[in-house]
T-cell receptor, first 116, second 111 residues
C-alpha cells in the first residue's frame, strides 16, 4: 500500500535555530502534500498545502516566512521551521494522496519537535 | 471552513463495554473518514463512508454515515485494551483535498 515517510521522527533544537523536516511518498508521486500540526491532546490542524513546482498555500494564521515549504520533486516536500521558539514545539505530520479517484489520504508517522 | 464536532472528547471504559463516538457538522460532506491515532504516530485510516445512510463494519467497529451526510458515528462492541487511542473523524475541506479533522475522542479501555 501507499507509504508516506517522514524524517526525522524526533528533533530537539535550541531556540533561534532552524529545523528541516522531510516528507517522502515512497511508492507514488504526489503533486500535492499537506502539512499538519498537532499540539498535545489536540486534533490535527492543517498548516499548509505543498504544491510541486509552485508556491505552497498556507492556512490562515500560519506564517509563511516562518514555516518554509519546498516541494522539490514529485516525491519530496520539506518543511523548515525557521528561528524556532519553544511555542513551535509540536507534532508535525505530513500527508499525501496517491493518484486515483477517491484515494485516501496517507499520513507519515510525524516529527516530534522540541525547542528548548 | 467546514467544522466537525466530535463527542465525547474523552472516554474511559472497562474492557467488554460498548461505546459510541459521534461526529457532527452543519455542512454536507461527500465523504467522511475515521482515523485512529496512537501516541507519537500518524493517524491510520479505519474507514471511509461515502453514501448517506451507509453502514460499514470492521470487526467490532461499526461506522455509520448519516442520511444527510452531515454526521457519522463509530460504535465499538466489547471494547478491548488494544482499542485505546485517539479516534478522529475527518472530512474534505476547502484546501484541495486536504482533510479537516474533528477534535478527536480519546478512548481508554482498561482491563
Amino acid at each position: 500500500g501507499a507509504v508516506v515517510s517522514q524524517h526525522p521522527s524526533r528533533v530537539i533544537c535550541k531556540s533561534g535555530t532552524s529545523v528541516k523536516i522531510e516528507c517522502r511518498s515512497l511508492d507514488f508521486q504526489a503533486t500535492t502534500m499537506f502539512w499538519y500540526r498537532q499540539f498535545p491532546k489536540q486534533s490535527l490542524m492543517l498548516m499548509a498545502t505543498s504544491n510541486e513546482g509552485s508556491k505552497a498555500t498556507y492556512e490562515q494564521g500560519v506564517e509563511k516566512d516562518k514555516f518554509l515549504i519546498n516541494h522539490a520533486s514529485l516525491t519530496l516536500s520539506t518543511l523548515t521551521v525557521t528561528s524556532a521558539h519553544p511555542e513551535d514545539s509540536s507534532f508535525y505530520i505530513c500527508s499525501a494522496r496517491p493518484p486515483g479517484l477517491d484515494s485516501p489520504l496517507h499520513f507519515g508517522n510525524g516529527t516530534r519537535l522540541t525547542v528548548t | 471552513t467546514q467544522l466537525l464536532e466530535q463527542s465525547p472528547q474523552f472516554l474511559s471504559i472497562q474492557e467488554g463495554e460498548n461505546l459510541t463516538v459521534y461526529c457532527n457538522s452543519s455542512s454536507v460532506f461527500s465523504s467522511l473518514q475515521w482515523y485512529r491515532q496512537e501516541p507519537g504516530e500518524g493517524p491510520v485510516l479505519l474507514v471511509t463512508v461515502v453514501t448517506g445512510g451507509e453502514v460499514k463494519k470492521l470487526k467490532r467497529l461499526t461506522f455509520q454515515f448519516g442520511d444527510a451526510r452531515k454526521d457519522s458515528s463509530l460504535h465499538i462492541t466489547a471494547a478491548q485494551p488494544g482499542d485505546t487511542g485517539l479516534y478522529l473523524c475527518a472530512g474534505e475541506g476547502n484546501s484541495g483535498y486536504a482533510l479537516n479533522f474533528g477534535k478527536g475522542t480519546s478512548l481508554l479501555v482498561t482491563p
